[in-house]
């Protein structure tokens, strides 16, 4: 019996030897999200974990943090920054105070649709931004689809420029979108989605902006009459890893995670196209009031920001701001 025993004891020893060998080999990756589960980043996530996990064989897991588990945007970013979570799924408004550039594809009415966006943003102009988030500590591993972003309100339809005047209006922390709705006359406030619905249950805010599907799957209709189609910014989302993390990986498992993000981001963009007017309808049948947006009304409001691409310049180097709109209009 005590020999029995004995290799018993050896056996469990062994195991847990081994055991211990493979959980230290394993690297463990925490990512977050501020998205609702069934929005298309937080399902882009799922895609980026299973890529992951499948091409390390299992030497990489991917614990995934969706629908602000970990806190809102600005949290999850500052998490990322200090390296208590690997990365991130966001807006790249949340990154605009450490990389004001982005401020500059941020414009008022810059891009007519989804493929010129990406045609400016997947080239050199995007490269660089990806050098300025280096220079800030973050790895960035691309760039994928928010949407266009379209108004809210519980006061009135939207049919003149009048009707913005006066709004208070939940914006992004990011300075252009701030300002856009400044030079509309309306009382813009920065603050985390996290804060937005109750903000606008308790009347703190008579209006938001916010993709289709955002203010469906946050359930905004709920606490919003008035919907208009003003795509007044066309908004990316982008994935970002704490640098020093990102570069600890082997370059095999660089390579692998840089890759997943990259079919997690078509995917995402492809679903997001896919889904868009369905989230509109959807926004419809539970009861808002849709009031498209005349192409006239359209035009005074690009008129009435116009101003805005020049005092982006008091903040971000000039010769970027016309790159950008440079590149704009070579896409056209």
Same mark, same amino acid.
């Given at each position: 019996?005590?020999?029995?025993?004995?290799?018993?004891?050896?056996?469990?020893?062994?195991?847990?030897?081994?055991?211990?060998?493979?959980?230290?080999?394993?690297?463990?990756?925490?990512?977050?999200?501020?998205? %609702?589960?069934?929005?298309?980043? *937080?399902?882009?996530? @799922?895609?980026?974990?299973?890529?992951? $996990?499948?091409?390390?064989?299992?030497?990489?897991?991917?614990?995934?943090?969706?629908?602000?588990?970990?806190?809102?945007?600005?949290?999850?970013? !500052?998490?990322?920054?200090?390296?208590?979570?690997?990365?991130?799924?966001?807006?790249?408004?949340?990154?605009?105070?450490?990389?004001? $550039?982005?401020?500059?594809?941020?414009?008022?009415?810059?891009?007519?649709?989804? !493929?010129?966006?990406?045609?400016?943003?997947?080239? %050199?102009?995007?490269?660089?931004?990806? *050098?300025?988030?280096?220079?800030?500590?973050?790895?960035?591993?691309?760039?994928?689809?928010?949407?266009?972003?379209?108004?809210?309100? #519980?006061?009135?339809?939207?049919?003149?420029?009048?009707?913005?005047?006066?709004?208070?209006?939940?914006?992004? %922390?990011?300075?252009?979108?701030?300002?856009?709705?400044?030079?509309?006359?309306?009382?813009?406030?920065?603050?985390?989605?996290?804060?937005?619905?109750?903000?606008?249950?308790?009347?703190?805010?008579?209006?938001?902006?916010?993709?289709?599907?955002?203010? #469906?799957?946050?359930?905004?209709?709920?606490?919003?009459?008035?919907?208009?189609?003003?795509?007044?910014?066309? !908004?990316?989302?982008?994935?970002?890893?704490?640098?020093?993390?990102?570069?600890?990986?082997?370059? @095999?498992?660089?390579?692998?995670?840089? @890759?997943?993000?990259?079919?997690?981001?078509?995917?995402?963009?492809?679903?997001?196209?896919?889904? $868009?007017? #369905?989230?509109?309808?959807?926004?419809?049948?539970?009861?808002?009031?849709?009031? %498209?947006?005349?192409?006239?009304?359209?035009?005074?409001?690009?008129?009435?920001?116009? #101003?805005? *691409? !020049?005092?982006?310049?008091?903040?971000?180097?000039? $010769?970027?701001?016309?790159?950008?709109?440079?590149?704009?209009?070579?896409?056209?």
């Amino acid at each position: 019996m005590t020999k029995i025993s004995t290799l018993k004891a050896v056996a469990v020893l062994v195991g847990g030897v081994l055991f211990s060998s493979y959980a230290s080999s394993t690297e463990r990756l925490r990512v977050a999200g501020n998205f %609702p589960a069934d929005h298309s980043v *937080s399902r882009a996530m @799922e895609v980026f974990k299973t890529e992951v $996990e499948s091409a390390s064989g299992g030497e990489i897991q991917v614990d995934l943090f969706p629908a602000m588990q970990l806190g809102g945007a600005t949290e999850n970013v !500052d998490q990322v920054r200090s390296g208590s979570i690997f990365a991130v799924f966001t807006s790249i408004a949340y990154f605009s105070r450490s990389v004001p $550039e982005y401020e500059a594809v941020s414009l008022p009415f810059l891009f007519n649709n989804r !493929d010129q966006a990406f045609q400016v943003m997947d080239g %050199p102009l995007g490269q660089q931004l990806d *050098s300025k988030m280096a220079s800030q500590g973050y790895k960035n591993l691309g760039y994928g689809e928010l949407g266009f972003r379209h108004v809210t309100n #519980s006061l009135r339809p939207l049919k003149s420029v009048e009707d913005f005047k006066g709004l208070r209006i939940r914006l992004q %922390p990011n300075e252009v979108h701030l300002q856009t709705f400044r030079a509309l006359g309306a009382n813009p406030v920065s603050m985390d989605v996290s804060e937005l619905y109750s903000a606008l249950q308790q009347g703190v805010m008579d209006a938001q902006e916010n993709p289709y599907n955002i203010i #469906s799957s946050r359930r905004f209709n709920e606490v919003q009459k008035y919907l208009s189609n003003t795509g007044h910014f066309y !908004d990316f989302i982008n994935v970002a890893a704490n640098k020093r993390k990102f570069e600890k990986l082997s370059d @095999e498992n660089q390579a692998i995670v840089a @890759e997943a993000t990259k079919k997690a981001l078509m995917w995402q963009r492809k679903i997001a196209a896919e889904e $868009e007017e #369905s989230w509109r309808q959807r926004l419809v049948d539970d009861g808002m009031i849709y009031t %498209p947006i005349s192409n006239e009304l359209r035009a005074e409001l690009r008129q009435a920001t116009l #101003s805005v *691409s !020049d005092t982006i310049k008091q903040r971000v180097n000039p $010769e970027f701001v016309d790159a950008v709109l440079k590149a704009v209009s070579e896409t056209e």
